[in-house]
């Protein structure tokens, strides 16, 4: 599905914004993906970023700058010039809630939305050697009968640590072991491997595995599913309540604080066309990517809503001590 928005020319709050002094863009563009090789941010990186420079003219290209749960890759980019050459690439409420629960000594709010490209939902996932029900309540048995144990997702005090840690108090899936990896990517194939019996992840990282029948999706976690998995039951059809604050990525790119409207604008108008490009609409149709453009002023209000509603439905302090225990 493609959502076309109007691209905003609206910065954040309290951001000093203003026009460049020079021709834009005149070198290569770097998209900073503060995750390992692998993981679904970066698998989609790796398409869509070339396509952004297609659109602009030069050559674009992913640099990984992973740790601190996706924090250190945030920061770089925070403190990098901003003159649109150098970007950032996250998907609320991910890095964010990774933000919230580890508190920087930065403030994520500075970075400029340039604009969203996607949409996703989480998945329950396991090896498909168990034989685990689609759904969630065969998972939940498996564990309670002590033939699982471990669990895995990206490094502890990431965003998917806190959302397993949501899965075990709020929906009851026992699991005993945490086992945290660089990037969702190497924790799927951890699942995959039998490493890890299962765990969270998203259709991005999955496919590769799902279409050869080496990994079983068993829920997508948000409400309104994953064009990836279709047949999939989302957890609110199975009567759980709706998390899509936590469990429902926006997939955006950002530019550091003070980047001028004029780059932005280009840098947004770049991103519609990727995503309107004949040759991402048919990559989006093969691997169930779920696109969706929109423009600066949404991709910022995202930002803003993930930092006022995770606190506001979650317990942050007991979470915090358990993601950094």
Known sequence: MVSTGVAATAGLAGCITGASDGEFPNESIEVIVPFGEGSSTDVLARQIVPLIG???????????????????????????????????????PS??????????????????????????????????????????????SRYEAGEMSQWAGQVEGSFYHVVSLFLRENMDVPWETYVGYDGNGPATESVVSDENPAGVSSAAATVSFTDDDRLDVLATLASFGDPAYP????????????????????????????????????????????????????????????????????ANDVLDNVVEEVPANLDMDAIREQALD
């Open 54 to 92: 297609e659109q602009l003219g030069v050559d674009a290209g992913v640099r990984n700058v992973p740790g601190s749960a996706s924090l250190r890759g945030t920061q770089e980019a925070i403190n990098a010039d901003p003159d649109g050459h150098t970007l950032l690439m996250f998907n609320p």
């Open 95 to 140: 890095t964010p809630t990774s933000y919230l629960i580890n508190e920087p000594d930065f403030d994520i709010q500075e970075l400029e939305g340039v604009g969203t490209y996607a949409v996703a939902s989480l998945l329950l996932v396991a090896n498909p050697d168990y034989g685990v029900e689609p759904g969630v309540e065969d998972l939940i």
């Open 231 to 298: 047949d999939v039951p989302a957890i609110t059809d199975l009567g759980y309540d709706n998390v899509d604050f936590l469990t429902g990525l926006t997939r955006c790119l950002w530019a550091p604080p003070g980047t001028p409207d004029d780059v932005l604008d280009e840098l947004t108008a770049a991103v519609e066309g990727m995503v309107q490009s004949d040759e991402m609409q048919q990559y989006a149709e093969e691997n169930g990517v779920n696109l969706q453009y929109e423009g600066r002023e949404f």
